[in-house]
């Protein structure tokens, strides 16, 4: 009943279901609510994957980063209980470290602006 009061909300002409009876009306609201939420999974899911393939696009381009952050893992693995100035910083230096968590936030706010309008 909250999908015939939805598509009531929507105001269409009285006389569009006048001569249907109130199940069938419901059938139909039903349907036209399954419709629409599926419309709008599609385009969500579209939007993301053309997003997700455009940054994927992007990080292959940018040179070294892959190889900074292995190295940074690496580090990491090889001392577990070491501090991030002792064991982080001298491989990749503090000004890297700096400039790749400022790309990944901008990259995290692009992707969620562009899903939003894609």
């Given at each position: 009943?909250?999908?015939?009061?939805?598509?009531?909300?929507?105001?269409?002409?009285?006389?569009?279901?006048?001569?249907?009876?109130?199940?069938?009306?419901?059938?139909?609201?039903?349907?036209?609510?399954?419709?629409?939420?599926?419309l709008v999974q599609k385009i969500n899911t579209r939007a993301e994957k053309k997003v997700e393939n455009e940054?994927?696009?992007?990080?292959?381009?940018?040179?070294?980063?892959?190889?900074?952050?292995?190295?940074?893992?690496?580090?990491?693995?090889?001392?577990?209980?070491?501090?991030?100035?002792?064991?982080?910083?001298?491989?990749?230096?503090?000004?890297?470290?700096?400039?790749?968590?400022?790309?990944?936030?901008?990259?995290?706010?692009?992707?969620?602006?562009?899903?939003?309008?894609?």
């Amino acid at each position: 009943m909250n999908k015939l009061q939805w598509v009531r909300g929507l105001q269409l002409p009285p006389e569009l279901f006048g001569d249907v009876s109130e199940k069938l009306a419901a059938e139909i609201a039903d349907s036209l609510v399954e419709l629409f939420i599926q419309l709008v999974q599609k385009i969500n899911t579209r939007a993301e994957k053309k997003v997700e393939n455009e940054f994927t696009k992007e990080l292959k381009r940018v040179r070294g980063k892959e190889g900074i952050l292995l190295r940074l893992a690496e580090a990491a693995v090889a001392e577990p209980g070491g501090t991030v100035r002792k064991v982080i910083c001298p491989v990749a230096g503090e000004p890297t470290l700096k400039a790749l968590a400022a790309e990944a936030a901008a990259n995290e706010a692009r992707y969620r602006a562009r899903v939003r309008w894609s």
